[in-house]
């Protein structure tokens, strides 16, 4: 089945996912379906992501149900910070299922979503950092997520 994702560049063009990534991923977010209508992709000029890269920001950030991504990173050996976002690994197929999972988290609750990236932010400021993962309650809940989708796919190849 990860043959039926093809080029993992061509549909990011198209702002959407392809109908192969989001086969891979359909399971995982049973009775959720509106989170695949909800998301948008942009991905960064050439320009933009380089001063991104420099400002030290992450290769995709998560705005509600955007995803804003650096060009490369949707590619088979795109990276971020060491992760690869690969679609021919577990380990890429449940980092994109995280990031997907913040798009249902911000669906299920935008005021409570927007309240923990504030909180999140200024808890991560005080102790001397951009953005500790430890302060932000979605997303230890997209980690524990991730590591369930990483385990189910593992185990089926």
């Known amino acids: 089945w990860y043959n039926a994702l093809a080029s993992p560049t061509y549909?990011?063009?198209?702002n959407t996912l392809a109908p192969g990534a989001i086969a891979v991923l359909a399971p995982f977010f049973a009775g959720q379906e509106d989170v695949f209508a909800a998301l948008q992709i942009t991905v960064l000029s050439d320009g933009a992501a380089k001063v991104?890269?420099?400002?030290g920001l992450p290769a995709i950030v998560v705005l509600g149900t955007r995803w804003v991504v650096i060009p490369g990173v949707l590619d088979a050996d795109g990276r971020m910070r060491g992760r690869t976002f690969s679609w021919t690994q577990p380990k890429g197929i449940a980092l994109w299922a995280h990031e997907l999972f913040h798009v249902q988290q911000y669906?299920?609750?935008?005021?409570?979503?927007?309240?923990?990236?504030v909180k999140g932010a200024c808890l991560s400021i005080l102790d001397g950092e951009i953005y500790a993962?430890?302060?932000f309650p979605y997303e230890r809940e997209?980690?524990?997520f991730e590591r369930a989708?990483?385990?189910t796919v593992e185990a089926q190849h």
């Open 149 to 151: 989708v990483r385990t």
């Open 11 to 14: 549909w990011v063009w198209l």
């Open 52 to 55: 991104s890269e420099k400002a």
């Open 107 to 117: 669906l299920g609750d935008r005021a409570g979503f927007v309240w923990d990236v």
């Open 133 to 135: 993962h430890d302060y």
């Open 142 to 144: 997209a980690i524990a």
